[in-house]
């Protein structure tokens, strides 16, 4: 069982940056695929951006090149740094951490992660 908590959001402006972070429990996180997601009111939840545990890493074409995600093991913690916001990037985001047991072919898709955190609020202002 991992438990994930997200923190690092709040208010910004327009070509601001923040840092989300998010801290895991557990004695396994290297073992996992971690991910960052968003969802807006109104929206389906999207993928933002995955780091394996081999380090590799994908990004949304919405984001690549503004975002960066990487992981610290020793810290049981993911980060997703964003750089350049925009106003669509206003979102709840959230963390997630899968790809322990089997191999996640579709980093993209919500379904292939196991574990979630409760999410926290990225506001962009214009």
């Known amino acids: 069982q991992v438990q994930l908590v997200e923190s690092g959001g709040g208010l910004v402006q327009t070509g601001g940056s923040l840092r989300l972070s998010c801290a895991a429990s557990?004695?396994?996180?290297?073992?996992?695929?971690l991910g960052w997601f968003r969802q807006a009111p109104g929206k389906e939840r999207e993928f933002v951006a995955a780091i394996r545990w081999s380090t590799s890493t994908e990004y949304a074409d919405s984001v690549k090149g503004r975002f960066t995600i990487s992981r610290d093991n020793s810290k049981n913690t993911v980060y997703l740094q964003m750089n350049s916001l925009k106003p669509e990037d206003t979102a709840v985001y959230y963390c997630?951490?899968?790809?322990?047991?089997?191999?996640?072919?579709?980093?993209?898709?919500?379904?292939?992660?196991?574990?979630w955190g409760q999410g926290t609020q990225v506001t962009v202002s214009s």
């Open positions: 557990g004695h396994t996180f290297s073992r996992y695929d």
């Open positions: 997630t951490a899968g790809g322990q047991a089997r191999f996640i072919y579709r980093l993209s898709r919500p379904s292939e992660y196991d574990y």
